[in-house]
């Protein structure tokens, strides 16, 4: 049995990916605002620390696994604080843990949303670890009324982050594989409002078309999540795994 560390815990994918790995008998320690092992709050540096060191008094030091879900789709700053900075935040704080454990592997949920527009002002501050600017690029977005673009930048941002860092010596030289999984629309607290609103349905669909069965549940990724971060995964690092039902082949099929 392994021991897994998963944010995002009390919900949706995370939930189910915490669910699965128990019933194959791995030890799961949940994180998130509240309702789980670990509560966190990953927009702040404060939250962020505490993680890293709960974490390390429920596991001696020692992790196999970190699974990073937490993520909030807002259209405000505080999508970006989540949804990269908790995340990097996350994986780096927890790393040395990792470089402890046995064949350590690390995940992040990116999303589709990432092969959508969005604002190169956000993705290259959050790439450049520069939370403020970050964040105020974001706020702007919001002020000319395009906040929906904090989201699509955070994922973009946490996704070039992965292909980046995998491959440096803190990750692959540790022998840590690194990877984000790309989920399409999965129907989860996150979402079911906007497929509820008869307006935004539509939008969404066209968005992210899933000529695969549709709309997802997050069961459905987290056998995916779970082989990732498993000993298994010898090869697959500093990708991005489109688990989308096809979205990601309607959208830019000719990018390989
Ligand atoms: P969810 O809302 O069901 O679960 C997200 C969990 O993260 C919640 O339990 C929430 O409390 C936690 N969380 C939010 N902010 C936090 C914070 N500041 N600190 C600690 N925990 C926090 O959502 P879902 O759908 O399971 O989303 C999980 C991840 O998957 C997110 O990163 C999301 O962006 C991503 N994703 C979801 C898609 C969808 O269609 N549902 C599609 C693509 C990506």
Avoid at 110 to 134: K, M, R, W
Wanted: aromatic share 4%.
């Amino acid at each position: 049995p392994r021991t897994y560390l998963v944010t995002g815990a009390a919900s949706g994918i995370g939930r189910a990916t915490a669910d699965l790995l128990r019933a194959q008998g791995h030890t799961v320690i949940g994180a998130d605002l509240k309702d789980s092992d670990i509560s966190a709050d990953l927009a702040a540096p404060e939250g962020r620390a505490e993680l890293v060191a709960r974490t390390r008094e429920l596991t001696g030091g020692r992790l196999d696994a970190v699974v990073a879900c937490a993520g909030i789709a807002h259209f405000d700053p505080r999508t970006v604080r989540v949804n990269h900075f908790g995340a990097v935040a996350t994986l780096e704080g927890l790393r040395p843990l990792l470089a402890a454990g046995d064949a350590p592997r690390a995940l992040v949920i990116g999303s589709i949303d990432a092969v959508h527009p969005t604002d190169e002002a956000i993705v290259e501050a959050a790439l450049a670890g520069d939370e403020q600017a970050a964040v105020a690029a974001a706020q702007e977005a919001v002020d000319r009324g395009e906040g929906h673009l904090a989201y699509s930048s955070s994922k973009a941002a946490i996704s070039r982050w992965v292909r980046r860092a995998a491959v440096t010596a803190d990750w692959a030289g540790a022998g840590i594989p690194l990877n984000a999984v790309g989920p399409g629309v999965v129907v989860t607290p996150m979402t079911e409002p906007l497929l509820a609103d008869p307006e935004m349905r539509p939008l969404v669909e066209q968005s992210v078309p899933m000529p695969l069965h549709g709309h997802a549940a997050p069961e459905d990724l987290a056998p995916l999540i779970a082989w990732l971060t498993s000993p298994e995964n010898t090869l697959v690092t500093g990708q991005i795994v489109f688990a989308d039902g096809g979205a990601d082949a309607v959208l830019r099929g000719d990018a390989v």
